[in-house]
């Protein structure tokens, strides 16, 4: 949606470093370094996701390059992840992140400008049932 700026991507995976694999490709072929550093990773033994994020200083240096006008773009948009998952989750580290009823899904939402300034950090442990 080009009037509200929303894009969603989409991945169906075997393995979660396919994630990692997928997320790379995408930065390269659109020419695009990331603002932060996020990994993933599934311990079955343990059944646990892992999503971990590593802040970038570099975004808000960049971010105070932009013109007023430009920066006024980011002053009411949210980030929003969606982790689905084919069993109930048990736990999650997060305190920001939102179980859905369901138990099979974890929400996380964040106003652009807390991850651009390093406010907020999308780290999440997620346990999953057997």
């Given amino acids: 949606d080009?009037?509200?700026f929303i894009a969603t991507i989409r991945f169906s995976f075997n393995k979660v470093e396919d994630l990692n694999t997928i997320a790379n490709k995408l930065f390269t072929e659109m020419k695009i370094t990331p603002?932060?550093?996020?990994?993933?990773?599934?311990?079955?033994?343990g059944r646990t996701?892992?999503?971990?994020?590593?802040?970038?200083?570099k975004a808000k240096a960049e971010f105070e390059k932009l013109k007023d006008a430009d920066?006024?773009?980011?002053?009411?948009?949210t980030y929003t992840s969606i982790y689905r998952f084919d069993q109930p989750v048990l736990s999650q580290s997060n305190a920001s992140a939102k179980l859905?009823?369901?138990?099979?899904?974890?929400?996380?939402?964040?106003?652009?400008?807390?991850?651009?300034?390093?406010k907020r950090n999308m780290t999440n442990q997620i346990k999953l049932a057997n």
């Fill in 71 to 77: 920066k006024e773009v980011f002053n009411s948009a």
């Fill in 49 to 57: 996701f892992s999503r971990t994020y590593v802040y970038e200083p």
């Fill in 35 to 45: 603002s932060n550093q996020s990994s993933y990773a599934y311990n079955k033994g």
């Fill in 2 to 4: 080009f009037d509200k």
């Fill in 100 to 118: 859905a009823a369901s138990k099979k899904a974890v929400m996380m939402q964040s106003p652009i400008l807390d991850l651009i300034t390093g």
